[in-house]
């Protein structure tokens, strides 16, 4: 079985993502997943995942390169690579990521800043007197 590439985008973070059969070796950004994300487990978690439902932590080589954002969407991003480039592999792999919700990109992004506001809603303090 080939390399399948897969793009993976969350807030202003993209990923490009390459999977192959392998020996279960993550690489971002040309560093060792442990040494990209240092301590942070919870946001390692979130980059197994798609291989955690699929049971293929131990048999899929992954690179990635992330791009913008912070830590945080640069992984869920890659999250989002990783689990479109599983259910290009294989069909099967598409009936389990659907219903956990891996392959649905999350839209959400940061609400623009209106002006005559402080933020994107907060108004300006109101003094009666």
Known sequence: MATVYATGKRKMAVAKVWVKPGSGKITVNDMDLNSWLGGLEAIK???I???LVTKQEKSMD???V???GG???QAE???HGISKALADMDGDFRAVLKPAGLLTRDSRVV???K???RKARRSPQFSKR
Do not use: C, D, S, W
Request: proline letters at 4%.
């Open 45 to 47: 978690l979130k980059v």
């Open 49 to 51: 995942q798609p291989l």
């Open 62 to 64: 992954i690179r990635a």
């Open 66 to 68: 992330a791009n913008g």
């Open 71 to 73: 830590y945080n969407a």
């Open 77 to 79: 991003a890659v999250r």
């Open 111 to 113: 609400e623009r800043k």
């Open 115 to 117: 002006f005559g506001r």
